[in-house]
């Protein structure tokens, strides 16, 4: 017969002294017991109270004052009690017996109201689910467009005598081209002439804005096209490294 642990636990109790522990004579009280049939002995139980003199019963572990408040989904939320952290979810808390009323808060979500008991030698266990908040982005505003007409920005590209100073010959007609994005929201419509201007005497060398002898040109809305100009350069026009062409834009109405 195996001998298990409650039943030492047993025999010590009931022919042990007051502190569980066996003694010289328990053998001996037990066998009296047994003989008058007040308690029933077995062979392992007279070895065991013979050979071992020495046994206690082991002390009973302390059960922990201790209270744990799980979050269904797993999410780790602070304890708030009396506006002040106690702990988290998931976790067992040692706290002094009594009854708490706190919130669950966790960012992110709704914050949960929660009243919980924690005995005195005991491990209590609370169950709540948070819901997550609903969230709205913050709306964009777009501003309602005015119009702004057509408006033409010059880009990097030219052709002619408005890329090539070589190509202005005097007494002779000249082509001009420069590239114009419209960027506005209307179509131009004009005529094209040009200005040649001397910056190291700061006054200007011809000028001709073709509103007579100029061809109706257009640039659509969001187009990108080049608009020329076909000049008489007069004869005594003197044209130098320091000569800059300007494009001049006579918008029709």
């Known amino acids: 017969m195996v001998l298990y642990d409650s039943r030492k636990k047993s025999l010590a109790e009931a022919f042990g002294d007051e502190k569980g522990c066996l003694k010289e004579d328990s053998w001996l009280t037990a066998t009296f017991q047994d003989l008058k049939g007040q308690f029933k002995l077995y062979s392992d139980d007279m070895d065991f109270l013979y050979n071992n003199t ?3 019963v082991p002390p009973e572990k302390e059960t922990p004052t201790q209270v744990i408040i799980r979050e269904r989904n797993g999410v780790s939320a602070d304890i708030i009690v009396n506006n002040e952290t106690i702990g988290k979810t998931n976790k067992y808390l040692t706290l002094e017996p009594g009854n708490y009323e706190g919130t669950v808060y966790a960012n992110g979500y709704i914050s949960q109201d929660i009243a919980f008991t924690v005995e005195d030698g005991k491990t209590k266990e609370y169950n709540i689910t948070l819901v997550k908040k609903e969230t709205t982005e913050t709306p964009t505003e777009y501003e309602t467009p005015t ?3 057509a408006k033409l920005i010059l880009t990097m590209n030219t052709k002619g005598g408005a890329a090539n100073l070589s190509d202005i ?7 001009f081209g420069w590239e114009f994005k419209n960027t506005g929201d209307a179509d131009w419509k004009g005529k094209v002439g040009v200005r040649l201007y001397d910056s190291a005497k700061g006054e200007d060398i011809f000028v001709d804005d073709a509103i007579e002898t100029g061809k109706v040109q257009t640039i659509k809305a969001g187009e990108t096209k080049y608009l020329w100009a076909y000049i008489l350069i007069p004869p005594d026009t003197e044209v130098d ?3 800059i062409v300007y494009a001049r834009l006579t918008k029709m109405v």
């Open 169 to 175: 010959k005097p007494g002779e007609n000249v082509w």
């Open 54 to 56: 020495e046994y206690c």
């Open 147 to 149: 119009p702004v007409g």
């Open 241 to 243: 490294e320091n000569t």
